[in-house]
């Protein structure tokens, strides 16, 4: 029998840090933060309960001083990061994809067992990752995201103005602002349906902080799963569990 203890799942992003206490598979109180004093935003957290497993998920490298003051904060602590690439080893994914993404595989596994999937994930980047029936990882794509394209338009044009995500878009723009609109949703829009046309009998699967945005926009049946990352940690926290703390 599973013994059932108090873990701590952390998701530190490009852009937001996610977190989640979990026993088991089974997801608790969650957390998100958007700033830079990222450490002092975990220790808040662990303040007053520690918890056995810390697992940590990061789209930066964890810097020794880091790994230090989080070992304290736990009796044992997992990094998912490019400094410690050993972990991932034992679930058959291929060592280029970051943390999040394989996270985010193994979850789909879970969630959706026997059935091949696709995953959109939409962060600074807009990832897409194919699986099979029997889960096994058949590839995937990285294009700019949603924000990115606006600020690469901005930036590398010299002339045209900085956007921000709209809440209503015409479908061709009457002015330079609403072209500019129009054009990336339109874009990231076609993409998606593009990549759906073409594996058709797939589950749709968005996730990522402009998951909703698309999704409202879609006729296609799809799932959105805010927090796939974090299914995906738990499945590893609780593999590591079972390994070594029965």
């Not at 410690?84 to 994809?97: A, G, M, S, T």
């Not at 809440?167 to 339109?186: D, T």
């Not at 009998?201 to 006729?219: N, S």
Request: proline share 4%; charged share 25%; aromatic share 8%.
């Amino acid at each position: 029998m599973k013994r059932q203890v108090a873990n701590l799942l952390i998701e530190i992003g490009n852009t937001a840090l996610k977190a989640a206490w979990t026993e088991g598979m089974t997801l608790g109180k969650a957390y998100r933060f958007q700033g830079e004093k990222v450490m002092e935003f975990i220790l808040s957290i662990t303040e007053k309960e520690k918890p056995e497993v810390m697992a940590v998920v990061s789209a930066k490298p964890v810097t020794p001083a880091e790994e230090e003051v989080l070992r304290r904060e736990c009796r044992h602590l997992m990094i998912l990061d490019s400094m410690h690439p050993d972990i991932l080893q034992r679930y058959d994914l291929p060592d280029y994809l970051s943390y999040d993404r394989a996270a985010s595989l193994l979850a789909v596994r879970y969630l959706f067992k026997g059935k091949p999937c696709m995953v959109f994930d939409f962060g600074t980047t807009l990832t897409i990752d194919l699986t099979s029936e029997d889960g096994q990882y058949r590839g995937g794509n990285v294009s700019p995201g949603f924000l990115t394209r606006f600020k690469a338009l901005n930036r590398y044009s010299k002339s045209l103005p900085l956007m921000n995500i709209p809440s209503r878009i015409p479908r061709e723009g009457n002015s330079l602002e609403s072209s500019i609109e129009s054009g990336v949703v339109s874009g990231i829009m076609f993409e998606i349906e593009g990549y759906i046309r073409r594996h058709p009998g797939h589950v749709v699967v968005f996730t990522g902080g402009d998951a909703t945005y698309f999704a409202k926009r879609m006729k296609q049946s799809l799932f959105i799963v805010s927090n796939l990352v974090q299914v995906g940690l738990a499945l590893i926290t609780d593999d590591y569990v079972e390994k070594n703390m029965q």
